[in-house]
């Protein structure tokens, strides 16, 4: 094993693979660490990502975009990145185990979802639970749902659901809402409307029932969790990359701003979907390979 890199990719997702795919086959020595706890193992069934009719489970489309990245030569490691700090001309990125260096970074650490702590949520993800409405707002047309979260994700999620169910409550669970006036008043318009008592329990077996408030019940097809994401941001902060509302900020080249540094995928915000964080690590990698060898990326443009 070398711990001397032209590329250190963080994070083995859909955009991380990706970007090691276009900066291995650009000759670029390339080290993809994953600390491999991939939400999206969970997912039985993708029936969005192109080149798939059929649709691909999660867990099969991570080991693809892996192998894929591994034949033109990244070198995968399953670490976690604690710290990644300036080390004269290069960077140098820490886990547990080792330190490695490198001339370029691509930050594509995804989010982690924070969980509530209600009763039953755990249980019932995939099953009447979800984490995300532009996936799973579909399956819930015509149903009766309800989106948790107290502030502007949560009403933006609760909108966009709309579109699908037409019936649909946020629930803050106890908190006090702290969502935008504009948000509020759409809400309003849409008849969704905001109840704030604390939840006892999620309830089901199979799949979700109802939501138990203690003193009654209400019956729910589908439940979305919007509370935030939490974690991943701390070497962000370190390396005095620019943090918006929880997300590494970009240009629309994928630059961070410092130099030899991208960021790409659900770390950066924007619709979460695997086509985007793809497409997203691509875009990071040619600009990075363009950096590192101080001329322009091409590929089949060339032949
Ligand atoms: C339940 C669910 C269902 C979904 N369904 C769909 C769907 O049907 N269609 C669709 O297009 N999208 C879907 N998505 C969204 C999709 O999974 C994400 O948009 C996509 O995975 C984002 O890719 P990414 O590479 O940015 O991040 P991720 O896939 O989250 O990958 C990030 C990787 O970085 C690793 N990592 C994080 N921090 C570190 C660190 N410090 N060191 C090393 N490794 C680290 C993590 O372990 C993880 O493997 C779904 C998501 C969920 C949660």
Same mark, same amino acid.
């Given at each position: 094993?070398?711990?001397? !890199?032209?590329?250190?990719? $963080? ?11 276009? #900066? ?18 969970? $997912?039985?069934?993708?029936?969005? !990502? *192109? ?58 650490? =995804? ?33 009766? #749902?309800?989106?948790? =979260?107290?502030?502007? !994700? ?13 019936? $649909? ?9 702290? %969502? ?15 109840? #704030? ?20 019940? $209400?019956?729910?097809? =589908? ?23 929880? *997300? ?9 701003? %410092? ?26 990698? #040619? ?9 322009? *990326? ?6």
């Amino acid at each position: 094993m070398q711990d001397q !890199y032209d590329v250190i990719v $963080v994070g083995a997702g859909p955009a991380g693979a990706s970007a090691a795919i276009y #900066t291995s086959r650009a000759d670029l020595d390339t080290l993809l660490l994953d600390k491999g706890d991939n939400l999206l193992n969970k $997912v039985d069934l993708l029936e969005n !990502y *192109y080149g798939f009719p059929q649709g691909i489970s999660g867990k099969e489309l991570l080991k693809k975009g892996k192998q894929q990245a591994k034949k033109f030569g990244t070198e995968i490691i399953n670490e976690q990145a604690l710290s990644i700090e300036i080390e004269g001309q290069e960077y140098k990125v820490e886990t547990a185990q080792e330190e490695y260096l490198a001339q370029g970074i691509l930050l594509a650490t =995804g989010v982690q979802q924070k969980k509530p702590s209600v009763g039953g949520i755990e249980e019932l993800e995939g099953k009447g639970v979800s984490y995300c409405v532009v996936c799973d707002a579909p399956l819930y047309r015509d149903q009766k #749902t309800a989106v948790l =979260g107290s502030k502007d !994700y949560a009403a933006k999620e609760a909108l966009k659901l709309n579109d699908f169910s037409g019936n $649909v409550r946020v629930y803050t669970n106890g908190k006090e809402p702290r %969502m935008r006036d504009s948000l509020k008043k759409e809400l309003e318009k849409q008849d969704i409307e905001i109840e #704030t008592e604390e939840i006892k329990e999620v309830v089901g077996e199979e799949e979700l029932k109802a939501i138990d408030f203690g003193d009654r019940k $209400v019956e729910l097809d =589908g439940l979305f969790v919007a509370i935030g994401t939490s974690g991943t941001l701390d070497f962000a902060r370190t390396l005095g990359l620019e943090i918006n509302d929880g *997300y590494i900020e970009v240009d629309e080249e994928n630059y961070t701003g %410092m130099p030899r540094i991208y960021a790409a995928g659900d770390c950066v915000g924007g619709e979460r979907q695997v086509a985007i964080a793809v497409g997203e690590g691509a875009e990071a990698a #040619t600009n990075l390979i363009e950096d590192i060898k101080g001329q322009k *990326y091409s590929d089949w443009s060339s032949i």
